[in-house]
């Protein structure tokens, strides 16, 4: 059982190794510590003028009342001391700033670092030790672009680590890379065990109307093109009832008839394209409900990886062995705990220990009822 204790140490040793001149290798004592916490969560909150607004928080599972106990009192001296934890880290993370300066070219610097204790429930209790701090030129800036990530390039995150980049809603991501875990309109997330390259990682940003990258379609693009293809459908039902298309058994002459035929192939043809789709997905989903007796449940290849987790608890009665769910899956134990690891963060399902074993549960799932033979196997 990990003791709470030892964190204090780990809290003053945070970053003592940053005496790497790459900017990344350097960052990279942040996340990698004589005691490793259950999870370690980075956000750097970029703004519009470079600086990033960044949170590093440590959680440690409070498991006994001892860990609970210690956990306490690693508050109290937090609260106490405050500023003797805040200069350290201050100290360290303005050395990570150098070696960035040194490798980007820009000026930076490390302010308003802050520090706080807390336990907070993700499903269950942790500790969490979070620190607080502003970036200046964190991105690079040029004529409404932001480019962040030069700073960390080369960083490495472990299995327990994740890290997001988020940025403000006025702008939209033109390329971000390497393929993060989780995307949204304004942030990116990866999670380790994770290795960045030399130019890694990247994000380049740029305000909204001066063109669309691949962080999500224009909207102007799309609302014409809705414009279109709803005008286009429309035309093609007042078409049809007036009878103005072939084969409607309207009364329109019929010396018009390779007209009518033109329009209704190309008006038609942009209605039937919606229709396609419709029912390229409706048989799609046929299909699903049929191989499972009427269940209208999506084919196993058609869901996301956290879809596939959940899926196997709900069929085990909301509990089963991680290994199990790595082997019924074909996954390595790698992604497997990182797939996890995400849903747990998102309070989707929970997890505890039986003897040497991992077991995933959904929450409020009785974890003393046997279920499907776990504790046969002990």
């Keep these: 059982m990990r003791r709470i204790g030892s964190l204090l140490v780990a809290l003053l040793l945070v970053t003592a190794t940053l005496t790497a001149t790459a900017a990344g290798a350097a960052f990279g004592g942040l996340s990698q510590q004589s005691v490793d916490p259950d999870v370690v969560v980075m956000t750097a909150d970029v703004q519009a003028d470079g600086d990033a607004q960044w949170t590093v928080a440590y959680r440690i599972r409070l498991e006994t009342d001892n860990d609970t106990q210690a956990f306490e009192e690693l508050q109290a001296d937090i609260r106490a001391n405050e500023t003797a934890y805040t200069d350290r880290f201050g100290d360290r993370m303005a050395g990570t700033a150098r070696a960035a300066e040194n490798a980007t070219g820009r000026e930076m610097a490390i302010e308003n670092v802050s520090v706080t204790a807390t336990q907070e429930s993700f499903g269950q209790t942790y500790g969490v030790v979070t620190y607080r701090f502003q970036w200046t030129n964190f991105a690079a800036t040029d004529d409404g672009r932001l480019t962040a990530g030069d700073a960390l390039s080369g960083l490495f995150l472990?299995?327990?680590?994740?890290?997001?980049?988020?940025?403000?809603?006025?702008?939209?991501?033109?390329?971000?890379?390497?393929?993060?875990?989780?995307?949204?309109?304004?942030?990116?997330?990866?999670?380790?065990?994770?290795?960045?390259?030399?130019?890694?990682?990247?994000?380049?940003?740029?305000?909204?109307?001066?063109?669309?990258?691949?962080?999500?379609?224009?909207?102007?693009?799309?609302?014409?093109?809705?414009?279109?293809?709803?005008?286009?459908?429309?035309?093609?039902?007042?078409?049809?009832?007036?009878?103005?298309?072939?084969?409607?058994?309207?009364?329109?002459?019929?010396?018009?008839?390779?007209?009518?035929?033109?329009?209704?192939?190309?008006?038609?043809?942009?209605?039937?394209?919606?229709?396609?789709?419709?029912?390229?997905?409706?048989?799609?989903?046929?299909?699903?409900?049929?191989?499972?007796?009427?269940?209208?449940?999506?084919?196993?290849?058609?869901?996301?990886?956290?879809?596939?987790?959940?899926?196997?608890?709900?069929?085990?009665?909301?509990?089963?062995?991680?290994?199990?769910?790595?082997?019924?899956?074909?996954?390595?134990?790698?992604?497997?705990?990182?797939?996890?690891?995400?849903?747990?963060?998102?309070?989707?399902?929970?997890?505890?220990?039986i003897g040497r074993e991992n077991v995933v549960t959904l929450p409020d799932t009785d974890v003393t009822e046997t279920n499907g033979g776990d504790e046969n196997d002990e």
């Design 158 to 353: 472990d299995s327990e680590t994740s890290l997001t980049l988020s940025w403000p809603a006025g702008y939209g991501a033109q390329s971000v890379t390497p393929q993060p875990d989780d995307r949204s309109n304004t942030s990116a997330t990866w999670r380790g065990q994770q290795q960045f390259g030399t130019d890694e990682p990247r994000v380049v940003l740029a305000q909204e109307g001066g063109g669309s990258g691949d962080g999500g379609l224009d909207t102007t693009l799309v609302g014409g093109a809705l414009v279109v293809v709803l005008g286009l459908v429309g035309a093609a039902y007042w078409a049809r009832r007036s009878g103005l298309l072939a084969g409607d058994g309207g009364d329109g002459r019929e010396g018009d008839e390779p007209a009518q035929q033109s329009t209704a192939a190309s008006e038609g043809g942009a209605s039937q394209s919606v229709t396609d789709d419709a029912s390229g997905a409706a048989g799609n989903a046929a299909s699903a409900g049929a191989a499972g007796n009427g269940a209208s449940e999506p084919p196993a290849d058609l869901l996301s990886n956290e879809e596939q987790v959940l899926k196997l608890l709900n069929e085990n009665g909301g509990r089963i062995k991680q290994q199990e769910v790595a082997s019924r899956l074909d996954w390595t134990d790698a992604k497997t705990s990182q797939v996890i690891g995400g849903l747990r963060e998102d309070d989707e399902l929970e997890t505890f220990r």
